[in-house]
């Protein structure tokens, strides 16, 4: 049985899994823990409650690996992603991450239109336009904000992160999507 706050689900069997993982079905999650290897090695850490971090990157990444990161750790309940551009891979993704239950609320905000209908009742997408990539996640006990300046595009030089351990920043920026002039929801 597969919980979430909102619903329960039965576990369907018949799916396959990707054959690169026996744990995900989504090959975008098993391509995104390939880089969480990488970055592990490097942060070695999370910032603890009112820490921040500032990064300086010759290389770019999605912030979306620090969502699955941080899931490996402990529950995520509320999930806030700015995104450029959101694929139906990365919604995929969300989804069965969210199936999982290892994320209850998820909030998209997007430069771009979905060319995919969202049937999820906990997941919801807006659109507005803003440029580079931010991802504030709810935990129990931690408020992370991750903040990068290349919007997840790999052909940058140089990407400037920050992710802080904050309440105060995570509200600020949740306050954002609460506040803005969005072209469509």
Wanted: a negative charge; aromatic letters at 12%; proline letters at 2%.
């Amino acid at each position: 049985m597969l919980n979430n706050r909102l619903f329960s689900l039965e576990r369907d069997t018949d799916v396959p899994l990707s054959s690169n993982s026996p744990r995900w079905i989504s090959q975008y999650i098993v391509q995104q823990l390939h880089h969480i290897r990488s970055i592990e090695e490097d942060l070695t850490r999370l910032p603890s409650t009112g820490e921040h971090f500032y990064i300086n990157s010759e290389c770019s990444f999605s912030l979306f690996l620090f969502a699955i990161m941080i899931s490996k750790r402990e529950s995520i309940t509320r999930l806030t992603y700015f995104t450029e551009s959101f694929t139906v891979s990365e919604y995929n993704a969300f989804i069965e991450l969210q199936d999982k239950c290892a994320i209850g609320q998820i909030t998209i905000l997007t430069n771009t239109k979905p060319v995919f209908v969202n049937n999820r009742a906990n997941l919801e997408i807006k659109v507005a336009t803003f440029s580079g990539e931010i991802l504030l996640v709810t935990t129990s006990d931690n408020h992370y904000v991750f903040e990068n300046s290349a919007g997840g595009k790999v052909e940058n030089t140089f990407c400037f992160m920050t992710i802080a351990n904050d309440k105060a920043l995570l509200e600020f920026r949740e306050s954002i999507v609460s506040n803005n002039r969005l072209k469509y929801e």
